[in-house]
């Protein structure tokens, strides 16, 4: 999970450059954040695969993480896609998808209207923050008391510190815990 936080931690803000005339809204497209993703894949060594699967006997994509210098999977999500018998909006349908699936994997910042309308700010949530900078904190988190030397804690402190997606507060906290995590490992 370290280098699926390493990715989070790295990838900036995505402008919305493509424009849906029926809702009138804005959005990133898929080749957007393959662009922004692929460096930072290969720099930690992960292949993400999306090929189209059956779920139930019905269309579904599956979104897989790997680690290249393992050879495991970190992580695979399956979604059954809408029953469309148009090949142009089930087209239409795969992109949308794969792009959300990436979008959500990654914590890719995105502000487009119906992703504020399902996820802004929830109320019970640590800080009161998003959904998405909840899930990192709560992903750092599991890195942390994952680590196994103080090495492994520096690196971790390092991309705290640079994060843009977490509060002070959330990166105050993450830093207590390193602190208790380097006692114990001594």
Known sequence: MD???????????????????????????????????????????IVVTQPLTNLDGKPAILTSLHDGEHGSTIISSVVPLPDLQDPQKMGSAITYYRRYALQSLFLLQADDDDGNKGAGKKKGLRYEQGVEEQTMFDTAMKTVNGAKDQEKLTEIEKRITASTKLDDGMKDELKGLIVKKREELI
């Open 3 to 45: 280098k699926i936080l390493a990715i989070q931690t790295s990838i900036g803000k995505l402008t919305k450059d493509k424009t849906n005339p029926f809702f009138k809204s804005s959005y990133f497209d898929i080749n957007q954040i393959i662009e922004q993703l692929l460096p930072l894949l290969e720099k930690y060594n």
